[in-house]
């Protein structure tokens, strides 16, 4: 099974210099999308979904600064965590 490239909220909150907080009320909004990993709570953005959204809104985050931070994750086996089950994106 493929793996697929994800963020969590806090890894978000990182890349575009916000808070956690923010980044859920984005989430609450519907602004931006996210699955929910099966039989938890915890929320996860796919790359592509967060490069479309800092366009969209016009984040001071540039595609190649969310590809660092995808490369310094998967250097950290340890924090990255499940990927979805298929039908559980949320809108």
Known sequence: METLKHFTTGE???????????VNQWCNCGILKYYLLPFQKQRRILFDTLV????????????????????DKIWQPEQNAGTPAKGHLQD
């Open 52 to 71: 479309e959204f800092v366009k969209e809104y016009n984040l001071p985050v540039t595609k190649l600064t969310i590809q660092k931070a995808w490369e």
């Open 12 to 22: 978000i909150a990182k890349i575009c210099g916000t808070s956690r907080v923010v």
